[in-house]
């Protein structure tokens, strides 16, 4: 069975620097998504960014980047010059390209101070 | 369109009342699914619908009964509710293309209360 682990319950930053959010996973399947989705207040579920278990490039977008280590199942999201608005919970996600179930981590809350 | 829409945000029922929560798509995508969230939780998967057959149900008590009358819409029913049923429902879509999933993308939920 798979499984995610989020280590980190909640973090707290100020604004302008960088974090990073940690996440470890178990499978093994080799054909695969993984996928950090951020919850703000507002509650929608919001997809940050995802990567391709089999591309060796670690996946970015904008201001958020991954680095992705298959053989150590790893998958931590750097958020660069963070801002107010990134304020929300950030679950990891894993999924079997071949099945609908995603599986979730138990979500690291991050709050960003003025 | 790259939108889920959820209908209605809120919601507050009496455990005898009979409710529904819509949920709509213009994406194309031929898997819709029903999560269930507790606070400060991640999604419990309910019901997964695949070019409009259930194809998975996670167990799900029978006071929940889900409906997919064409791709872009899927429905919750609701009746008989117990007040640990109170959380938010999020309805989300992706797209299958030759027999593989990708990502899911998420409407803004419906907040249930149960009284």
């Known amino acids: 069975a798979q499984t995610v682990t989020q280590s980190q319950p909640e973090m707290s930053v100020q604004e302008a620097e960088t974090v990073t959010l940690s996440c470890t996973y178990d499978?093994?399947?080799?054909?695969?998504?993984l996928f950090w989705y951020k919850q703000p207040p507002s509650r929608q579920m919001i997809l940050v960014i995802r990567?391709?278990?089999?591309k060796q490039q670690n996946a970015t977008e904008n201001r958020f980047s991954v680095n992705f280590q298959k053989a150590a199942k790893s998958f931590s999201l750097k958020i660069s010059d963070s801002q107010l608005g990134d304020t929300a919970m950030y679950f990891c996600a894993f999924m079997m390209r071949s099945n609908y179930q995603l599986i979730w981590g138990a979500g690291t809350k991050l709050i960003i101070k003025p | 369109d790259t939108e889920v829409t959820q209908t209605p945000k809120h919601l507050v029922m009496g455990m005898t009342n009979k409710k529904s929560l819509k949920c709509e798509q213009h994406?194309?995508?031929?898997?819709m699914y029903w999560y269930k969230q507790k606070a400060k939780k991640p999604p419990e998967l309910m019901f997964v619908?695949?070019?409009?057959?259930?194809?998975i149900n996670e167990s799900v008590p029978s006071r929940f009964s889900p409906e997919c009358p064409n791709s872009s819409l899927l429905n919750l029913h609701l009746h008989a509710l117990q007040p640990e049923d109170s959380a938010l429902y999020l309805c989300?879509?992706?797209?299958?293309?030759?027999?593989?999933?990708?990502?899911?993308?998420f409407g803004q939920g419906t907040r249930l209360t149960v009284v």
């Open positions: 499978t093994s399947e080799s054909n695969y998504y």
């Open positions: 990567q391709e278990a089999y």
């Open positions: 989300a879509s992706s797209q299958v293309t030759g027999g593989e999933n990708t990502e899911a993308f």
């Open positions: 994406m194309g995508h031929r898997a």
């Open positions: 619908y695949s070019y409009e057959k259930l194809s």
